[in-house]
């Protein structure tokens, strides 16, 4: 029988993003300057147990870069979760697609040697990743109310054709997960 859109774990959640490899990234997410993300996400089971459960979720997120771009993502996680009591670790491996617009003008080189200016619509990416995860239920099976803070790393592809193809990004973030019924 199928279920209600309702019943299915909604999350809304903050991010810092760092442009390192781990384990670099995790702590310039604290001393780094802040590029600020948000993401919400709609979830939905593929085996869900009271021990575990196996998860896909498709997301929107919209981070600020500072002084290079603000870019938005559309993409899909899909992982394992395990749940001891009230407590649940979780890893999961993503996909999607990033677009990023660029906060400064471009200069493109003429074929006579000079330099116009453009802004442009943006550059399309590609994003691949993984992360872990760790979380508290607040609520109950039907009634999901979960805090959960997590780690995340991504590859942007591509990021500079010539000198820089893929761009490691790490994430910390935290957020809030629960559903409307």
């Known amino acids: 029988m199928a279920q209600s859109w309702k019943s299915n774990p909604i999350s809304i959640s903050v ?6 490899l781990p384990p670099a990234s995790v702590t310039a997410t604290f001393n780094q300057p802040i590029h600020f993300g948000i993401t919400a996400a709609y979830e939905f089971g593929w085996k869900d147990a ?3 459960k196996w998860f896909q979720n498709a997301g929107i997120s919209y981070m600020y870069h500072r002084f290079v771009y603000q870019a938005i993502f559309l ?3 899909g992982g394992y979760r395990w749940k001891i009591n009230d407590f649940s670790i979780e890893g999961y491996i993503q996909a999607g697609y990033m677009h990023a617009f660029y906060l400064t003008d471009r200069c493109v080189m003429q074929p006579d040697g000079t330099y116009i200016t453009k802004q442009g619509a943006g550059k399309p990416q590609f994003i691949v ?15 999901i109310r979960r805090v959960f803070l997590g780690y995340d790393v991504r590859m942007q592809m591509q990021f500079v054709k010539s000198y820089v193809t893929v761009l490691p990004n790490g994430a910390l ?3 809030f997960q629960f559903n409307l019924e």
């Open 75 to 77: 993409n899909t996680q």
């Open 173 to 175: 973030f935290i957020g």
């Open 129 to 143: 990743g993984a992360g872990i995860g760790f979380g508290y239920d607040l609520g109950k099976d039907e009634h």
């Open 50 to 52: 009271p021990k575990h």
């Open 15 to 20: 991010f810092n993003n760092a442009t390192l």
